[in-house]
């Protein structure tokens, strides 16, 4: 997807902005605000079993230590590829999923082991986007009933009753409010995921996980979608964290970007110095596999890595980085010590024993491991 950019309308049943006058884009002097979300040695493995018994014979390390926080009002971005267990974090963090170790504390409360009952109040303020909007509204229920649920499981009434706050929830994210009868399948995939979108915000949360919320859309509707997300953002004040695949959108709406690789996270960087200076080479790989349409601009890149061999099991992950049989910086150090996510720039955290662009710290082996499998190649 290329970089989003606000239409003059609304193709998708609605109108794409509440304020037609104000550009794209993130505020770059945005202060931060107080730590909302804070996540410390975050693990969830999912156990394999075999033969009639049924018997443990492994597990899935889909998650495996994570560390970060986030700051209410500012918009994290987690990326990484498929398999990377980023979508898993976002289960985790809203309570969808049982973390195997590790924290969440929300507003300096820890919920990592609240129960249904211990939940419930927190469901008001911490909510879900879902991948994919054909398979998270039921198709027995119209719109009314979806996006009014949660003010029933809550038990909260609305002024002037949940009918009509409905209503304005569907002008509010672009759709008109005489679809409130209407069921899931006459709608297409942007309206769909409006109504997602209005389901989540119903209650007023403070969090909003949005797991790939563009990724199932058309292009023509993505843009659409992420600046509305945007503009609800400014509007009301919602913290975001945004799983997504596409380096383009995760650049346009966050502040802050997480890199996954293998269920840890290799580098956290505020997003101007993630995309001017990658410090982690699996990033730079990232990086350099972002497609640039102006060819002018596509002349200044001059180096494409092009990482060999798959991602290696996460039932069994390497020793030391579980990057280092891909990396062609990988040394006798990688392969039996795990590097610790560290600040190494003001800004910018990296788990890496040979980080790019870190010309004040000496390498600390000088051991060639022979695992390198990584060809930088000149475009």
Same mark, same amino acid.
């Given at each position: 997807?290329?970089?989003?950019?606000?239409?003059?309308?609304?193709?998708?049943? #609605?109108? !794409?902005? +509440?304020?037609? $006058? =104000?550009?794209?884009? @993130?505020?770059?002097?945005?202060?931060? /605000?107080?730590?909302?979300?804070?996540?410390?040695?975050?693990?969830?493995?999912?156990?394999?079993?075999?033969?009639?018994?049924?018997?443990?014979?492994?597990?899935?390390?889909?998650?495996?230590?994570?560390?970060?926080?986030?700051?209410?009002?500012?918009?994290?971005?987690?990326?990484?590829?498929? #398999?990377? !267990?980023? +979508?898993?974090? $976002? =289960?985790?963090?809203? @309570?969808?999923?049982?973390?195997?170790? /590790?924290?969440?504390?929300?507003?300096?409360?820890?919920?990592?082991?609240?129960?249904?009952?211990?939940?419930?109040?927190?469901?008001?303020?911490?909510?879900?986007?879902?991948?994919?909007?054909?398979?998270?509204?039921?198709?027995?229920?119209?719109?009314?009933?979806?996006?009014?649920?949660?003010?029933?499981?809550?038990?909260?009434?609305?002024?002037?009753?949940?009918?009509?706050?409905?209503?304005?929830?569907?002008?509010?994210?672009?759709?008109?409010?005489?679809?409130?009868?209407?069921?899931?399948?006459?709608?297409?995939?942007?309206?769909?995921?409006?109504?997602?979108?209005?389901?989540?915000?119903?209650?007023?949360?403070?969090?909003?996980?949005?797991?790939?919320?563009?990724?199932?859309?058309?292009?023509?509707?993505?843009?659409?979608?992420?600046?509305?997300?945007?503009?609800?953002?400014?509007?009301?004040?919602?913290?975001?964290?945004?799983?997504?695949?596409?380096?383009?959108?995760?650049?346009?709406?966050?502040?802050?970007?997480?890199?996954?690789?293998?269920?840890?996270?290799?580098?956290?960087?505020?997003?101007?110095?993630?995309?001017?200076?990658?410090?982690?080479?699996?990033?730079?790989?990232?990086?350099?596999?972002?497609?640039?349409?102006?060819?002018?601009?596509?002349?200044?890149?001059?180096?494409?890595?092009?990482?060999?061999?798959?991602?290696?099991?996460?039932?069994?992950?390497?020793?030391?980085?579980?990057?280092?049989?891909?990396?062609?910086?990988?040394?006798?150090?990688?392969?039996?010590?795990?590097?610790?996510?560290?600040?190494?720039?003001?800004?910018?955290?990296?788990?890496?024993?040979?980080?790019?662009?870190?010309?004040?710290?000496?390498?600390?082996?000088?051991?060639?491991?022979?695992?390198?499998?990584?060809?930088?190649?000149?475009?």
């Amino acid at each position: 997807m290329s970089n989003p950019v606000r239409g003059d309308g609304e193709r998708d049943g #609605g109108v !794409g902005s +509440s304020d037609p $006058g =104000r550009t794209a884009g @993130r505020a770059e002097d945005a202060a931060p /605000g107080e730590v909302l979300l804070k996540v410390t040695g975050l693990r969830k493995h999912f156990p394999i079993r075999k033969g009639l018994l049924q018997r443990r014979a492994g597990a899935v390390r889909a998650v495996d230590g994570v560390d970060f926080e986030v700051r209410s009002g500012e918009t994290l971005g987690v990326v990484g590829e498929s #398999g990377c !267990g980023k +979508s898993t974090m $976002g =289960r985790l963090i809203t @309570r969808l999923l049982e973390p195997t170790a /590790g924290t969440i504390e929300f507003e300096g409360e820890d919920i990592t082991r609240l129960g249904v009952r211990g939940m419930r109040p927190l469901r008001r303020d911490v909510q879900m986007i879902f991948q994919d909007p054909y398979s998270s509204l039921n198709p027995r229920h119209t719109t009314g009933t979806i996006i009014g649920a949660p003010f029933r499981l809550q038990g909260v009434e609305p002024e002037g009753g949940i009918k009509k706050e409905v209503q304005r929830l569907l002008s509010v994210v672009g759709l008109s409010p005489e679809h409130y009868n209407r069921y899931p399948n006459e709608f297409s995939g942007g309206q769909r995921q409006r109504i997602g979108i209005a389901r989540a915000l119903a209650l007023r949360p403070k969090l909003v996980v949005a797991d790939e919320p563009v990724s199932a859309l058309d292009v023509s509707i993505q843009a659409q979608v992420v600046n509305l997300m945007d503009d609800l953002q400014r509007e009301l004040g919602l913290t975001y964290v945004i799983i997504a695949h596409d380096l383009s959108v995760v650049r346009h709406v966050s502040d802050r970007i997480a890199v996954m690789y293998l269920g840890r996270i290799v580098e956290l960087a505020d997003r101007e110095l993630l995309y001017r200076a990658p410090m982690h080479p699996y990033t730079k790989a990232l990086m350099s596999a972002v497609p640039i349409p102006d060819p002018r601009r596509r002349k200044d890149r001059s180096e494409r890595v092009r990482l060999e061999g798959d991602v290696p099991s996460p039932i069994a992950p390497p020793s030391g980085c579980r990057f280092h049989t891909r990396c062609w910086k990988a040394t006798t150090v990688c392969t039996t010590a795990e590097p610790p996510l560290e600040e190494l720039r003001p800004g910018q955290q990296v788990a890496c024993h040979h980080p790019e662009n870190a010309v004040d710290r000496a390498p600390r082996d000088s051991g060639v491991a022979g695992t390198a499998q990584v060809v930088p190649t000149r475009r």
